[in-house]
């Protein structure tokens, strides 16, 4: 079983930057690749981005692209999504997900772990 809490999100206008966080307990995180999802009032989850196992190989959603960035510290057991340049479409409640494999991937139905989510709201 693995827990994710994530953490960071909040209130910033178009333009600015948030560092999301998310804590996953277990002893194997490096087994496991990691992806944020984000889903908007009224819409679908939508893949934001991922990362495999080692931290080596990450991918991206078109609309984020060049201005979010992902990563993972394995010794804390946390990925993390820097997201700078922000706009208001970004504004979602983003999730972190964890796929017991270390390959990651853009399709939401293969993560078996999912956080809270926390809420991005961005103001224009």
């Known amino acids: 079983q693995v827990q994710l809490v994530e953490s960071g999100g909040g209130l910033v206008q178009a333009g600015g930057s948030l560092r999301l966080s998310c804590a996953a307990s277990?002893?194997?995180?490096?087994?496991?690749?990691m992806g944020w999802f984000r889903q908007a009032p009224g819409s679908e989850r939508e893949f934001v981005a991922t990362?495999?196992?080692?931290?080596?190989?990450?991918l991206y959603a078109n609309s984020v692209k060049g201005r979010f960035s992902i990563s993972r510290d394995n010794a804390k057991n946390t990925v993390y999504l820097q997201m700078n340049s922000l706009k208001p479409g970004d504004t979602a409640v983003y999730y972190c997900?964890?796929?017991?494999?270390?390959?990651?991937?853009?399709?939401?139905?293969?993560?078996?772990?999912w956080g809270q989510g926390t809420q991005v709201t961005v103001s224009s």
């Open positions: 997900a964890a796929r017991n494999l270390p390959f990651g991937t853009d399709q939401s139905n293969l993560y078996g772990y």
């Open positions: 277990g002893r194997t995180f490096s087994t496991y690749a």
């Open positions: 990362i495999s196992g080692s931290g080596a190989a990450t």
